[in-house]
């Protein structure tokens, strides 16, 4: 069977990945607090190349007023992608009062890399759900091992996870590739904001099939091994899970990005115009979250 994880042991190692404070930062903060949010949102609504895992800085006006609103001034579209995106996280900072973010989807490194950088720039808490389980069963490798014989044991064990993670705040969570698979699960991600990051699974089978060492257990544990098994075992897991990801309270799709700036390659989309889109996306659902509050409140 798989090894349960204790309350306390899952907090302990929720800690050690915070403890060394914000992502990218030197100095030591506190571990995350326990606050109770009520769900950001009570009920669901109805290229072959691989992304750099350096973000590029680009200077380009016409990239930068492809990704501001309207109500933007063209002071904002001149100024540096780098420079933008902390601007518009401190802005979206105060509005979100601490609700922690959850980033669904196939696991990527265009998805990690993004809650990285998008944690730093928010100045939260940047966990990785998987390998919270996986450290606490003593890694990848024998997580993965433990999938074979106890599949459900290891689900049951992710949902522990995040029922912890979704009772703190301050987080920025990098959910993993099945935690959609259930409505329990569905039901802790709205406890905060969450966005499905869609990239394409061309580019996704390409990394598992030549950066293995980034895989979570679980597509450690998939049988494939050249690049056309893999893709078709992702496009199946994908068919399998996609009306959980369409729950997301947005979507954030790498090629539409690519496509709005006008990059022919994906390749040329670099994590800080990601998070720009991203930080868009959260500013719209808070503006909304905004208007039906002062709507229900009585005259």
Known sequence: MFPSIASQ??????????CGGFHGCNFK??????????????????????????????????????????KDSAKDANTDVSLLVKKRASEVSLDLKGTSLFLVG?????????????????????????????????GKAAAASIIKTDKEGFQDSETEVLRQLSSMGRLLVSAGSGAVRCSTNLALL?????????????LVAREVVEDKVQLSAFELSMTGESYSEVLAQMASLLEERRSGYATADATVSLTKVASRLGYEDLCSVSTEELCLEVLKEISKLLRLKKMIEEAARPF
């Not at 992304?51 to 006006?61: A, G, V």
């Not at 709205?190 to 966005?195: D, E, K, T, W």
Request: charged share 25%.
């Open 9 to 18: 042991d899952l907090k302990m190692e929720i800690f050690r990945a915070t």
């Open 29 to 70: 903060l506190l571990p995350p607090f326990s606050v109770h949010h009520p769900p950001f949102r009570r009920s669901a609504p109805a290229t072959d190349l691989i992304l750099p895992t350096k973000p590029k800085l680009r200077h380009q006006k016409s990239t930068a007023c492809a990704l501001l609103e309207d």
């Open 106 to 138: 196939i696991n990527s490194s265009v998805k990690s890399n993004l809650g990285k950088h998008l944690a730093d720039a928010l100045r939260y808490y940047y966990i990785d759900s998987d390998s919270v389980v996986e450290d606490s069963v003593g």
């Open 190 to 202: 709205r406890h905060g904001i969450s966005i499905w990051i869609d990239v394409p699974l061309k």
